[in-house]
């Protein structure tokens, strides 16, 4: 499903963010929000703000140190109040590549998965998994889609 495609499907709930710091403050939000076994897709171009939302992710998680973006190292894992594993398949454009990496034991280790680049997993991706789509608009505006079963939680 690509990013436009998400955007139209019902009960989802659009944010627009002015800055990396409202980006981050919706992950925040989300973050504080999550359950054992969340997966969270993240989709939208190469500096669209998915490292940046995950940093609001961690901080919500209750994560102090959360600075790197793992796309030379595919995962990192922190924890917080729950483990967060944080995928990047940036650099995986083969999905032999992505099935070999085995990210499935992360889906049911009672932490949340957030993935960037999730469109790649294909049918790896479970069907529960709630999804996030950002948008550029312009320099600092970004659009950001949180997927009905996540916009729940907010409300
Ligand atoms: N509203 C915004 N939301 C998120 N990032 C923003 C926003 N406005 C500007 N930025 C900047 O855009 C860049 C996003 O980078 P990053 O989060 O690494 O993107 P991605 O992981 O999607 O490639 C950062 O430099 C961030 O400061
Ligand atoms: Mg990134």
Same mark, same amino acid.
């Given at each position: 499903?690509?990013?436009?495609?998400?955007?139209?499907?019902?009960?989802?709930?659009?944010?627009?963010?002015?800055?990396?710091?409202?980006?981050?403050?919706?992950?925040?939000?989300?973050?504080?929000?999550?359950?054992?076994?969340?997966?969270?897709?993240?989709?939208?171009?190469?500096?669209?703000?998915k490292?940046?939302?995950? =940093?609001?992710?961690? &901080?919500? %998680? $209750? #994560?102090?140190? /959360?600075?790197? @973006?793992?796309?030379?190292?595919? !995962?990192?894992?922190?924890?917080?109040?729950?483990?967060?594993?944080?995928?990047d398949?940036?650099?995986?454009?083969? =999905?032999?590549?992505? &099935?070999? %990496? $085995? #990210?499935?034991? /992360?889906?049911? @280790?009672?932490?949340?998965?957030? !993935?960037e680049w999730?469109?790649?997993?294909?049918?790896?991706?479970?069907?529960?998994?709630?999804?996030?789509?950002? =948008?550029?608009?312009? &320099?600092?505006?970004?659009?950001?889609?949180?997927?009905?079963?996540?916009?729940?939680?907010?409300?």
């Amino acid at each position: 499903m690509t990013n436009d495609e998400f955007r139209m499907t019902n009960e989802n709930s659009i944010f627009h963010s002015k800055s990396a710091e409202d980006t981050i403050f919706l992950g925040k939000k989300i973050g504080a929000l999550l359950q054992p076994n969340d997966v969270i897709a993240l989709t939208g171009d190469l500096g669209a703000g998915k490292t940046t939302f995950v =940093k609001g992710i961690a &901080e919500g %998680l $209750g #994560i102090q140190d /959360y600075v790197t @973006s793992p796309t030379f190292v595919i !995962i990192n894992i922190h924890k917080g109040k729950l483990v967060l594993n944080h995928v990047d398949l940036y650099r995986l454009e083969d =999905k032999n590549e992505i &099935e070999d %990496l $085995g #990210i499935e034991e /992360y889906f049911k @280790s009672g932490g949340v998965c957030m !993935i960037e680049w999730a469109e790649r997993m294909g049918d790896l991706l479970p069907k529960y998994s709630e999804k996030i789509g950002i =948008k550029v608009i312009s &320099e600092h505006e970004r659009e950001i889609c949180v997927s009905s079963g996540l916009a729940l939680r907010l409300r």
